[in-house]
C-alpha cells in the first residue's frame, strides 16, 4: 500500500505521541489495524548532528507496512538533511510537527510556534517536498484561542506542495484543556482539496465514528486515546483483537522493546506504559506503586507476574 491510498477510505492512524510512540507500542497499534503508526517527533537538529538518543527513536517493525516518522524544527534546509539522512531512508512518510505547544519548543520558533510564521511554514514544506518523500503536516486550528487561523494555514500548506494535512482541534493556547472543536476541523476539511487527518478526544468506536461525521475527514488520529489499548484500532475496523488479555498485550510490547533496547531503557520506558494498561482498573493503583518503585526489569517483570489485573479478558 503506498501512503497515498492510505487516505482513499477512512482510516485510524496512531499519533505521533511523545514518549509513548516507541517501537514497541507501534507495532502493537500496526497488528491491530493502525493504517499509520507515526513515530515520536524527533529534532532535525539532533538528527543532522549526530545525536544517537534522536537515532533511538526511529527503530520500526515489520508489522508497519508504511512507515510514517515525524520531524520538528524551523530551519528548512537542516530539515531537508533530515529527510535526506540515512536513518530516514526507510520512511514513507516524513510528518512535519507544527502543532507542539510546549514551551521550550515553541520558544525555539518550532512546533505550533510556525502557526505565527505561515511564510517559513510554507518554505519549510516546499524545501522538503525536494526529498521525494510524502509529506504531511501536524498542526493546531490557532495559536491564540481568539485567532483560529487553521483554515488559511492549511491552504498555504497546501499551496507549498503538503501531501496531506492532520490537524489538532485546539489551539495552542489550550494546550491539551478543553474539547477539540470539530467543527473546526470540518472548516479546514473543506477548504483545501488534499486529505485531512481529524485529530483530538477520539478514544472509543463512537468518537471515531462522530468524528468522521462531524468533519468529514479523510481519517482520524487517536494519540492518548490508544494509550494502554492498542486492541482499539482492531475494534474501530472491525476485526479480531490480536490479543485477549491485557498480559498478552504487555508481553509483546516489552518483548518487542528488548528486540532494539537494553533492559534498562526497556525497564524505564515500560513503566509509564504500564499505568495506561490498568487505567480503570479496581486494584490498579497498587500494581502502578509496585512498577514506579521497581529498580530493573526483572522487578517490573515480578510485578507484572504478580499483577492478575492483567490477565482478565480485555473489555
Given at each position: 500500500?503506498?501512503?497515498?491510498?492510505?487516505?482513499?477510505?477512512p482510516k485510524a492512524v496512531?499519533?505521533?505521541?511523545?514518549?509513548?510512540?516507541?517501537?514497541?507500542?507501534?507495532r502493537l497499534c500496526a497488528?491491530?489495524?493502525?493504517?499509520?503508526?507515526?513515530?515520536?517527533?524527533?529534532?532535525?537538529?539532533?538528527?543532522?548532528?549526530?545525536?544517537?538518543?534522536?537515532?533511538?527513536?526511529?527503530?520500526?517493525?515489520?508489522?508497519?507496512?508504511?512507515?510514517?516518522?515525524?520531524?520538528?524544527?524551523?530551519?528548512?534546509?537542516?530539515?531537508?538533511?533530515?529527510?535526506?539522512?540515512?536513518?530516514?531512508?526507510?520512511?514513507?512518510?516524513?510528518?512535519?510537527?507544527?502543532?507542539?505547544?510546549?514551551?521550550?519548543?515553541?520558544?525555539?520558533?518550532?512546533?505550533?510556534?510556525?502557526?505565527?510564521?505561515?511564510?517559513?511554514?510554507?518554505?519549510?514544506?516546499?524545501?522538503?517536498?525536494?526529498?521525494?518523500?510524502?509529506?504531511?503536516?501536524?498542526?493546531?486550528?490557532?495559536?491564540?484561542?481568539?485567532?483560529?487561523?487553521?483554515?488559511?494555514?492549511?491552504?498555504?500548506?497546501?499551496?507549498?506542495?503538503?501531501?496531506?494535512?492532520?490537524?489538532?482541534?485546539?489551539?495552542?493556547?489550550?494546550?491539551?484543556?478543553?474539547?477539540?472543536?470539530?467543527?473546526?476541523?470540518?472548516?479546514?476539511?473543506?477548504?483545501?482539496?488534499?486529505?485531512?487527518?481529524?485529530?483530538?478526544?477520539?478514544?472509543?468506536?463512537?468518537?471515531?465514528?462522530?468524528?468522521?461525521?462531524?468533519?468529514?475527514?479523510?481519517?482520524?488520529?487517536?494519540?492518548?486515546?490508544?494509550?494502554?489499548?492498542?486492541?482499539?484500532?482492531?475494534?474501530?475496523?472491525?476485526?479480531?483483537?490480536?490479543?485477549?488479555?491485557?498480559?498478552?498485550?504487555?508481553?509483546?510490547?516489552?518483548?518487542?522493546?528488548?528486540?532494539?533496547?537494553?533492559?534498562?531503557?526497556?525497564?524505564?520506558?515500560?513503566?509509564?506504559?504500564?499505568?495506561?494498561?490498568?487505567?480503570?482498573?479496581?486494584?490498579g493503583k497498587q500494581f502502578?506503586?509496585?512498577?514506579?518503585?521497581?529498580?530493573?526489569?526483572?522487578?517490573?517483570?515480578?510485578?507484572?507476574?504478580?499483577?492478575?489485573?492483567?490477565?482478565?479478558?480485555?473489555?
Amino acid at each position: 500500500m503506498s501512503p497515498a491510498e492510505i487516505f482513499e477510505s477512512p482510516k485510524a492512524v496512531l499519533a505521533p505521541i511523545a514518549g509513548f510512540s516507541d517501537v514497541g507500542f507501534r507495532r502493537l497499534c500496526a497488528r491491530a489495524g493502525a493504517a499509520l503508526t507515526y513515530t515520536e517527533m524527533i529534532s532535525a537538529k539532533g538528527l543532522v548532528y549526530g545525536s544517537s538518543k534522536t537515532e533511538d527513536l526511529l527503530h520500526t517493525t515489520d508489522a508497519e507496512k508504511v512507515k510514517a516518522v515525524q520531524i520538528f524544527g524551523s530551519d528548512p534546509e537542516i530539515m531537508l538533511a533530515a529527510a535526506r539522512h540515512r536513518a530516514l531512508q526507510k520512511f514513507d512518510v516524513i510528518d512535519v510537527n507544527m502543532g507542539c505547544p510546549v514551551p521550550k519548543i515553541v520558544g525555539n520558533g518550532e512546533g505550533s510556534a510556525l502557526l505565527k510564521t505561515p511564510e517559513l511554514a510554507a518554505k519549510i514544506v516546499r524545501t522538503l517536498k525536494l526529498s521525494g518523500k510524502y509529506t504531511t503536516v501536524k498542526f493546531r486550528i490557532g495559536f491564540e484561542q481568539n485567532s483560529r487561523t487553521g483554515v488559511d494555514f492549511a491552504k498555504i500548506l497546501q499551496d507549498a506542495g503538503a501531501d496531506a494535512l492532520t490537524v489538532h482541534g485546539r489551539t495552542r493556547e489550550q494546550f491539551y484543556a478543553g474539547r477539540a472543536d470539530r467543527e473546526y476541523i470540518a472548516e479546514v476539511v473543506r477548504a483545501v482539496d488534499i486529505p485531512v487527518i481529524a485529530n483530538g478526544d477520539v478514544d472509543s468506536v463512537d468518537d471515531y465514528r462522530e468524528m468522521l461525521r462531524v468533519t468529514g475527514a479523510a481519517g482520524v488520529m487517536i494519540a492518548r486515546g490508544a494509550l494502554g489499548k492498542p486492541w482499539l484500532f482492531a475494534d474501530i475496523a472491525g476485526a479480531e483483537r490480536p490479543w485477549t488479555t491485557r498480559r498478552e498485550a504487555v508481553g509483546e510490547h516489552i518483548s518487542t522493546m528488548l528486540e532494539f533496547h537494553s533492559s534498562v531503557y526497556v525497564a524505564a520506558n515500560m513503566k509509564k506504559h504500564l499505568a495506561y494498561y490498568v487505567r480503570g482498573l479496581a486494584g490498579g493503583k497498587q500494581f502502578k506503586q509496585k512498577v514506579f518503585e521497581s529498580n530493573s526489569l526483572d522487578e517490573l517483570n515480578a510485578a507484572i507476574d504478580e499483577c492478575a489485573l492483567l490477565d482478565a479478558p480485555i473489555e
